[in-house]
């Protein structure tokens, strides 16, 4: 495998040296030009040598950038890809959202466009605080009809910032008997301590059914339906026994302290206090699926 990794990089580096010693590059050789530059980058990334895939990505972007200028040069869907393979080292690597975001917006502008890449814009959006953009960049994410518990979280969560309560009740209603469906596929063997994907499945319940929990309690307040309370403490009930799961040493039994939003949501519901307002957890996924990364 690193020997074929090292065959396609000196392979690429001596195409590069190729067209830059060429005195004249026709257009349709220029494609070739560019995407020489992302071969050889996306061959860095595989070995994770990430400074030197930024560096080719820019040096085809420049390169593009500047027959574009130059002569109207135009773009296509593999110089999206391009754009893309940068972005995606502003997001997971350097974590430079800024740059990150233009440069998906870049790529898609080109042709290159998926689920995931909409997902990340969401993510970057929701990150700043835009939920009405973030909202528009997950719904193009379930566009495919995706049903990922993390765009159901992330639509979800955007909408109740948004003080949209209805529609992100009907997210978090469907994620929850979503997840409830998933553990119950799993009774027996869901050990949260020691599978990282179990644990994932209890966080991201702990999650949702306090923030649908905190939903119902926003509507039962607005349109004085008791029953959507009572629904709003069984929800947050079952947040504090994902909480307990989570917490709770598997040998000794014991559970390790610390404070849970849902147990001080319940206390409130039942008892009001003016200077606390129930709250949901606004962390949600930084991807599409749990298998993205670099």
């Known amino acids: 495998h690193t020997n ?17 010693n060429a005195p004249r590059i026709k257009p349709r050789d220029l494609y070739k030009y560019i995407d020489s530059y992302r071969y050889l980058g996306e061959n860095y990334t595989k070995t994770k040598d990430y400074l030197q895939a930024q560096e080719q990505y820019t040096n085809g972007i420049s390169l593009y950038t500047k027959e574009k200028e130059a002569a109207g040069f135009e773009g296509n ?9 940068l972005a995606d080292i502003n997001y997971f690597v350097a974590a430079d959202y800024q740059n990150a975001e233009q440069n998906y917006k870049n790529a898609v502008s ?15 959006q929701y990150k700043n605080k835009d939920y009405l953009s973030a909202l528009g960049s997950f719904m193009k994410s379930g566009e495919e009809n995706l049903k990922q518990r993390n765009l159901l979280i992330a639509m979800a969560n955007t909408l109740s910032l948004r003080n949209d309560d209805y529609p992100a009740e009907g997210y978090y209603e469907q994620l929850v008997s979503e997840l409830n469906e ?11 301590q020691t599978d990282s994907s179990a644990n994932d499945l209890i966080t ?41 799961s989570l917490t709770r040493d598997q040998k000794t039994m014991v559970r390790i302290g610390g404070s849970n939003l ?9 008892h009001p206090v003016t ?20």
């Open 204 to 244: 991201t319940y702990l999650y949702a059914t306090n923030n649908y929990g905190v939903t119902l309690y926003r509507l039962a307040k607005r349109t004085g339906d008791s029953s959507r309370n009572a629904q709003a403490i069984v929800q947050l009930q079952e947040s504090i026994r994902a909480w307990d």
């Open 275 to 294: 200077e606390f307002e129930p709250s949901i957890y606004i962390e949600i996924p930084k991807t599409l699926t749990d298998k993205e990364q670099l």
């Open 77 to 85: 869907k593999n110089i999206g890809n391009l754009y893309s393979d």
């Open 182 to 192: 998933e553990i119950l596929e799993n009774a027996g063997g869901i050990f949260p």
């Open 4 to 20: 074929e990794l090292t065959y396609v990089e000196a392979t690429f580096k001596l195409a590069l040296e190729k067209f830059n």
């Open 262 to 270: 849902a147990e001080e949501n319940i206390k409130y519901i039942t």
């Open 110 to 124: 080109l042709g290159y466009d998926n689920p995931m890449i909409r997902y990340r814009m969401g993510y970057i």
